[in-house]
């Protein structure tokens, strides 16, 4: 089978023909199993940027894109969540269903694009065979059909395009091939007569099941809808539907029953079946039982012992990467933007406008752009471990663990996402599909140390625990880095396994996990995956932290407080700021925080670093006036000259240090988190609910850390 | 269905290079709807790619992993070998 065949011819098309309104747009929607390459297809389709995955179902948000035809013609493709078939089991999968159905807010798509995998194609067929008996205008991307060739796997595109009923064009969506004529074909699909069920059913069946499309039709849903979704409810019982449909269902149940047919597996034996048929006719798959290469490598990296060797050491050398690999690149930022703040403010006249430039723009933004080189790399292993397919293998080996807290083998990838962002992670937990597996692991997510967490355990590392070498490369710094998001790491599971005994009590779902085929994994779809992660923080790091950093700064430098004369620069300083609004905000919790040995500016930053915890950092900097100026990185050396203005003691102390970051490890700073979880943890009033929960207990957990800390270290009489 | 005559037994305890066909998914109504869609339903013939932790199977001509709980609630008859 080769690309350059000419399929859509054999469908008889008709190449001067134009679609009947050229003004409107073409819906298009996208739809397709997992692993398929259908977010690479979709990218390549529209050029909108999305991230690609290997792990099942990792499209969850609902992501459009458009093109112009050769008519000239705007479409508009809706690329909807992987799924394997149309029950809906999880979220994702019923809003593929509903779309198609009609019964969202998306209007019915005009064309409906089905990817399926070359190499994987009885499988896939499942799904064509649901999405035909829709009747929309259809088109077959047959993608990977590269990878299938080189397995010996041959595809008879005419044979496939009779058996469906549809066109079917052959796709390498990673290199392009067969996208200009999937294009005509979409612009085409609604010429040809619309698909249909392909198979006979018996007529026992028939009649059992026509009450209940008559019930749905009866309920609005189309004739068409109606006599796909009887054979679902037949499987599954719906719960969303009038008693007239329940009852319909409940007597075919008995019919069939009565008939000696199994209602629980007749969609699947009916659908199987004629798969069975189709692939034996357009399939030459001549070594379908030979162990492959993947298989090969699954020995050992399924392995009991070598596998969670292989995995730990992977684990170890994306961390080592993203610590070490960064370093360079951000000694580069951190230094051009000390130039473009000494540069800036050489332009301006001195006063409160190079104030608001200097410390509160270029400082704000410039703390958080450092951070981009980690997240960068983090992402870029992310991508790698997803696109090669080791993902679902991580995740199956460590369900037996996972599971031992409570959690899913799913559970691992937002766990691990964790480590870079609570907020996509969170949003990734939406493929475990049962709701309580689920919302365990919403809740200790955050408990993962975030790269945004990272600027203030180096901040406060750099300035307050000495490099001093423990063994071999690993210095002091680094054990305590490491014991940081060990701690977090653990209370993640220690606070799942606790959840799962009381709020959320209840067998986790057991673990059914396809294993992709191992490829490498294609460049252009890493950068695009890196490049629109990187983006994505640098847009928040852009708005959010920009406007807070701006508002933050006027709160400190408003009202003016006039020294008296002859005070010295730091004294005025510290007046100014101590009797600015946020000063006083500051002194308002400073009470709450003081056993913690928390001043009234680390207060301050604590508040405003809801904003996102990096933020804490770029407050400091406001707050000492440090950020931007030509010593842009003289916030450690301000922090260690800081005295308590009563006593004359040091107020940062290797003890106030640890009680601050262990504060951090589980505090939920950061509203973008508790904004997603109001969202994912189902919305509304149980959103909010389940959020609360969230930010409650990692708040008291966060406050008896650091005191504990604080009562310890002092006891073991460090910081004096 | 009954194309084999045989003891039935939990899918678990087959080993590494067996086939079987699968005679009832017990387990609960929405991870049997997955596992019938992916192919592992009452007819269908599975066989097992490894069987180390949890197991490895090869359906339709998909690689799926399932945990030892799902496996123990799947009954087959195995295929002579």
């Known amino acids: ?720 | 269905m009954a194309e084999v005559c045989g003891e039935s037994c939990p899918l678990m305890a087959c080993k590494t290079g067996h086939r079987a066909v699968v005679v009832r998914v017990g387990c609960d109504g929405t991870e049997a709807c997955r596992l019938r869609a992916l192919g592992l339903y009452e007819g269908a013939r599975v066989s097992v790619v490894d069987s180390r932790n949890g197991l490895l199977l090869q359906v339709r001509g998909v690689r799926l992993a399932i945990g030892a709980a799902m496996a123990a609630s799947i009954t087959v008859i195995p295929l002579p070998q």
Not at chain 1, 446 to 459: G, Q
Not at chain 1, 492 to 504: G, N, P
Not at chain 1, 641 to 667: N, S
Request: charged share 15%.
């Open chain 1, 1 to 720: 089978m080769t690309v350059g065949a000419a399929p859509d011819a054999a469908r008889g098309t008709d190449t001067t023909s134009a679609p009947p309104a050229p003004s409107a747009p073409l819906r298009v929607a996208l739809v397709g199993n997992p692993n398929t390459g259908k977010s690479t297809l979709f990218n390549v389709l529209t050029g909108l940027r999305q991230r690609v995955g290997n792990f099942a179902g990792v499209t969850v948000e609902r992501v459009e894109g458009t093109y112009r035809d050769e008519a000239g013609r705007s479409v508009t493709v809706l690329d909807l969540p992987g799924t394997y078939s149309l029950d809906p089991h999880t979220p994702d999968e019923a809003i593929a269903l509903d779309v198609l159905a009609g019964r969202s807010d998306s209007p019915v798509p005009d064309v409906l694009v089905i990817v399926a995998d070359a190499l994987h194609l009885e499988r896939n067929l499942y799904l064509v065979s649901q999405l035909v008996e829709l009747g929309l205008p259809t088109v077959v991307a047959l993608n990977q059909v590269d990878a299938a060739n080189k397995r010996g796997v041959q595809v008879d595109i005419v044979e496939l395009i009779h058996e469906l009923g549809v066109t079917v064009v052959p796709t390498v969506a990673t290199k392009g091939e067969g996208i200009d004529r999937l294009r005509r074909a979409i612009s085409r699909a609604h010429e040809l007569p619309r698909p249909e069920r392909r198979f006979d059913m018996p007529t026992v069946v028939r009649d059992a099941l026509a009450p209940i499309e008559a019930a749905l039709v009866a309920e609005g849903v189309s004739p068409h809808a109606a006599g796909l979704e009887a054979l679902l409810h037949i499987t599954a019982p719906a719960h969303d539907h009038g008693p007239a449909v329940h009852d319909a269902v409940a007597s075919a149940r008995t019919k069939l029953l009565d008939a000696g047919l199994n209602p629980e597996s007749l969609e699947a034996e009916l659908r199987y079946g004629w798969i069975t048929g189709v692939v034996h006719r357009a399939v030459k798959d001549p070594d379908s039982r030979e162990r492959t290469t993947s298989d090969r490598v699954d020995r050992v990296l399924l392995h009991k012992v070598w596998g969670m060797l292989i995995f730990l050491m992977l684990m170890g050398l994306v961390f080592q990467s993203v610590f070490s690999w960064a370093a360079p690149l951000q000694d580069a930022i951190e230094s051009s933007l000390t130039w473009v703040g000494g540069q800036v403010g050489a332009l301006i006249p001195e006063g409160d406008l190079r104030s608001l430039v200097v410390d509160g723009v270029i400082a704000g933004v410039g703390g958080v752009l450092v951070f981009l080189p980690q997240i960068a790399i983090l992402f870029l292993f992310i991508g790698i471990l997803e696109d090669s397919g080791y993902m679902a293998r991580a995740a199956f080996i460590m369900d037996r663990y996972m599971r031992k807290v409570g959690l899913h083998g799913r559970s691992f990838i937002p766990l691990v996402s964790g480590y870079a962002c609570a907020v996509p992670a969170i949003m990734a937990s939406r493929t475990i599909e049962r709701p309580r597996d689920r919302l365990a692991t919403i809740m200790v997510v955050p408990l993962m140390s975030c790269s945004a967490r990272l600027p203030v355990y180096t901040l406060l590392i750099g300035a307050f625990v000495p490099a001093l070498q423990v063994a071999g490369i690993i210095d002091l710094q680094g054990l305590v880095l490491l014991s940081m998001y060990l701690l977090g790491t653990l209370a993640a599971l220690a606070v799942a396994f606790v959840f799962r005994r009381t709020l959320l009590r209840g067998q986790t779902q057991p673990l059914i996990l396809e294993l992709p085929p191992y490829r490498i994994p294609s460049a252009r779809a890493l950068a695009t995956t890196v490049a629109h992660r990187s983006s994505l923080f640098v847009r928040r790091a852009g708005t959010v932290i920009l406007a807070l950093s701006v508002v933050l700064w006027a709160l400190a430098t408003y009202p003016k407080s006039v020294a008296p004369a002859g005070m010295a620069d730091e004294a005025a300083q510290e007046l100014q700021l101590a009797n600015s609004f946020l000063g006083r905000a500051g002194h308002v919790i400073e009470p709450v925080m003081r056993p913690l040995g928390f001043d009234w500016k680390i207060s301050v930053s604590i508040v405003s670093s809801f904003a996102a915890r990096e933020v804490f950092v770029s407050s400091m900097g406001t707050i000492y006036g440090v950020g931007g100026s030509e010593d842009g990185a003289g916030l450690p050396e301000k922090l260690k000259a800081e005295r308590d203005p009563v006593t004359g003691a040091p107020v940062y102390t290797v003890v106030t240090a640890l009680a601050l970051m262990v504060f951090y490890v589980f505090a939920l700073m950061c509203m973008s988190t508790v904004a997603v979880t109001v969202r994912e943890a189902g919305g509304g009033a149980t959103g909010w609910r389940w959020a609360g929960v969230q930010f409650g207990y990692m708040f008291v957990l966060a406050y008896a850390a650091a005191w504990l800390v604080r009562v310890a270290a002092t006891a073991a009489g460090w910081g004096a």
